[in-house]
């Protein structure tokens, strides 16, 4: 099992930045692949960046490239999404993923209970 917490979420104007955080605990950080995906209500979970257990690859959604990177730091266990140049578009409710082989918008096993950006034009 492992355990995720996403932190950092909040209001923040159109133009802005904001940087969220996933700690993880339980099984081995770095033995997994680490994904942000998003929902906003009464839509689908969307994917929005995924980044290799090394930290060496990643990948974007199209909505969000060139405006968010993602990144980790295996000696934390914790995951980050910095945003930048938020739009109003980007509100939604966030959420961390984990799992051992799982790329891009696939499946991921173990899922954060979700952090609310929400973004003011």
């Known amino acids: 099992q492992v355990q995720l917490v996403e932190s950092g979420g909040g209001l923040v104007q159109a133009g802005g930045s904001r940087r969220l955080s996933c700690a993880a605990s339980g099984r081995t950080f770095s033995n997994y692949n680490m994904g942000w995906f998003r929902q906003v209500l009464g839509k689908g979970r969307e994917f929005v960046a995924t980044?290799?257990?090394?930290?060496?690859?990643?990948t974007y959604a199209d909505s969000v490239k060139d405006r968010f990177t993602i990144s980790r730091d295996n000696a934390k266990n914790t995951a980050y999404l910095q945003m930048n140049s938020l739009k109003s578009e980007d509100t939604a409710v966030y959420y961390c993923?984990?799992?051992?082989?799982?790329?891009?918008?696939?499946?991921?096993?173990?899922w954060g209970q979700g952090t609310q950006v929400t973004v003011s034009s």
């Open positions: 980044i290799s257990w090394t930290g060496g690859r990643t």
């Open positions: 993923a984990a799992d051992p082989t799982a790329w891009g918008a696939q499946s991921f096993t173990y």
